[in-house]
T-cell receptor, first 113, second 114 residues
Framework: AQSVTQLGSHVSVSEGALVLLRCNYS??????LFWYVQYPNQGLQLLLK??????LVKGINGFEAEFKKSETSFHLTKPSAHMSDAAEYFC???????????FGTGTRLTVIP | KAGVTQTPRYLIKTRGQQVTLSCSPI?????VSWYQQTPGQGLQFLFE???????NKGNFPGRFSGRQFSNSRSEMNVSTLELGDSALYLC?????????????FGPGTRLTVL
């Protein structure tokens, strides 16, 4: 069985501050992990994905995430928050040959000017 | 390439009715998945179609069904609508069979059941 847990349904940061969104996963098979972003009234856009090639994954818009097997974590970070980063972020896991994603409950990021 | 398109974008129905939602994947993508997004339950997987066959199914009642056509376009149908079916329904397509291929999402269809 696979699942992800996102700690913190709401995170607020000041513009220019570090963004850290937490995701822990559970998987009985080697996982593939994803971070998606959703802006209001839109679908999901892929930020980055981990497919076992490298533990530090760089994505779009300056985001990156590090896969830590020992901690079963895949936290999303960005060194300096921008107002345009305000959105909802979802961590997701798949694996075991299935093409469906299991999503976390999401973290709403607010950026304070 | 054009992205994933979903029609209609908004839909209002009443309890007991049925509804059909449509999804056109990115050209060349053969896998189409459907998800339901609600404030209470979050994002939940409904089913996945690949080459006109349902390959995977989530934990939803039989009122939720889908199909895929030879051009990879997909439809999902919900019969006997309930208030709890109000949600954003998202369609996603991917190009290959393997699970690590990223899924590209459409903008969704927002269904309101009155």
């Amino acid at each position: 069985a696979q699942s992800v847990t996102q700690l913190g349904s709401h995170v607020s940061v000041s513009e220019g501050a570090l963004v850290l969104l937490r995701c822990n996963y559970s998987s009985s098979v080697p996982p593939y992990l994803f971070w998606y972003v959703q802006y209001p009234n839109q679908g999901l856009q892929l930020l980055l994905k981990y497919t076992s090639a490298a533990t530090l994954v760089k994505g779009i818009n300056g985001f990156e995430a590090e896969f830590k097997k020992s901690e079963t974590s895949f936290h999303l970070t960005k060194p300096s928050a921008h107002m345009s980063d305000a959105a909802e972020y979802f961590c997701a896991v798949s694996g075991g040959g299935a093409n469906n994603l299991f999503f976390g409950t999401g973290t709403r990021l607010t950026v304070i000017p | 390439k054009a992205g994933v398109t979903q029609t209609p974008r908004y839909l209002i129905k009443t309890r007991g009715q049925q509804v059909t939602l449509s999804c056109s994947p990115i050209s060349g993508h053969r896998s189409v998945s459907w998800y339901q997004q609600t404030p209470g339950q979050g994002l939940q997987f409904l089913f996945e179609y690949f080459s006109e066959t349902q390959r995977n199914k989530g934990n939803f009642p039989g009122r939720f069904s889908g199909r895929q056509f030879s051009n990879s376009r997909s439809e999902m149908n919900v019969s006997t609508l309930e208030l709890g079916d109000s949600a954003l329904y998202l369609c996603a397509s991917s190009s290959l069979e393997s699970s690590y291929n990223e899924q590209f999402f459409g903008p969704g269809t927002r269904l309101t059941v009155l």
